[in-house]
């Protein structure tokens, strides 16, 4: 369209988390002139799955710790099935792992997620 000069895209998905609870995930993004806008758009897109996935890997993995330290409590199947679920995690994301240094140093470049409630405390509210 001409005349239209966008210079952010934005995007943002509520997922149903069960329990009648739901989680919206956003980003906005401002975009440099002559940028292509459908890629921009997807790019964000991408993202937000990323975080949504990644907080999904998080809930997971504190599952599977629970399950390893209560091993006693649990079937063999279920704790070979924890210490598979968190060597997934830690191989998808290396710089979770403890000590590792290497994996440690590249977390500046891993995507920042903040998650934030959608409930307004009192105070935000008056």
């Known amino acids: ?25 956003g980003l906005t993004a401002e975009v440099p002139e002559g940028t292509d806008m459908l890629s921009a758009f997807n790019t964000i897109r991408n993202d937000v799955e990323a975080a949504h996935e990644y907080r999904k890997d998080l809930k997971k993995i504190e599952w599977a710790k629970e399950i390893l330290k209560n091993k006693d409590n649990h079937y063999g199947r279920e704790v070979n099935k924890a210490e598979e679920i968190i060597e997934e995690f830690y191989e998808k994301y290396p710089f979770h792992r403890p000590n590792d240094v290497q994996a440690a140093l590249q977390l500046a470049e891993a995507p920042l997620i903040e998650h934030k409630d959608a409930k307004e405390t009192w105070e935000e509210r008056y």
């Open 1 to 25: 369209m001409e005349g239209i000069k966008y210079t952010r895209v934005e995007y943002s998905k509520t997922y149903n988390l069960g329990n009648y609870e739901n989680e919206r995930i």
